[in-house]
């Protein structure tokens, strides 16, 4: 973390701190950090000797006990209040982001059923032209030769929407784990605040 981002970040734990307070003690880290880093440190380093915000901030609440419960009154009280003002614009925004990241993965996976069936389909055609080639070879060698032909080729198309298929099948399974790592950890972080 960086000087200012720590500065910024302690500045916002200690909401309720008189003004003249507050500066003296920014002032303070901010000398602290700057004589780490004249002793040779790097910032990030000095900023971490330093300890983490959430620390720092309750050293230094704990000598303005009102504001602690106070603090934590108010924070409690806005986060309720803005939940339940902004409730009829982020419920439908919510259900929205929903409805169409689970379309576009529904979209995906037909995609990739779609593919599958096209093997399949090539597959089946690969091996009914060979057959009906027989079938023609004593009427129309030229059709037989054909059929031949055809399904060679086929079988050419097959292999490659085979491993297209199995490729696109990973990838999406892949995304799908990605996705729900993505909300479980959203769920873990909104469960710990």
């Given at each position: 973390m960086s000087?200012?981002?720590?500065?910024?970040k302690l500045k916002k734990k200690l909401r309720g701190v008189p003004k003249n307070e507050l500066e003296e003690r920014l002032n303070f880290y901010s000398e602290m950090i700057d004589d780490l880093i004249d002793e040779g440190?790097?910032?990030h380093e000095a900023?971490?000797?330093?300890?983490?915000?959430e620390d720092v901030a309750n050293q230094i609440l704990r000598e303005y006990p009102s504001l602690i419960d106070e603090n934590k009154k108010i924070v409690y009280k806005n986060n309720w209040?803005?939940?339940?003002?902004?409730?009829p614009l982020w419920i439908p925004l919510l259900i929205a982001v929903f409805a169409i990241v689970l379309s576009l993965y529904i979209v995906l996976w037909s995609i990739v059923i779609s593919i599958w069936a096209v093997f399949v389909s090539f597959a089946a055609v690969s091996v009914a032209l060979p057959i009906i080639a027989i079938i023609y070879i004593g009427s129309n060698f030229g059709y037989a030769l054909g059929f031949i032909g055809a399904g060679?080729?086929?079988?050419?198309?097959t292999v490659l929407t085979y491993y297209g298929a199995k490729g696109l099948s990973?990838?999406?399974?892949k995304l799908g784990k990605y996705l729900l790592t993505i909300f479980k950890n959203k769920r873990k972080e909104l469960e710990e605040k």
């Open positions: 000087k200012n981002e720590f500065l910024y440190f790097s910032e900023v971490a000797r330093i300890g983490t915000v209040l803005l939940i339940g003002i902004g409730s060679i080729a086929f079988f050419g198309l990973i990838a999406l399974i």
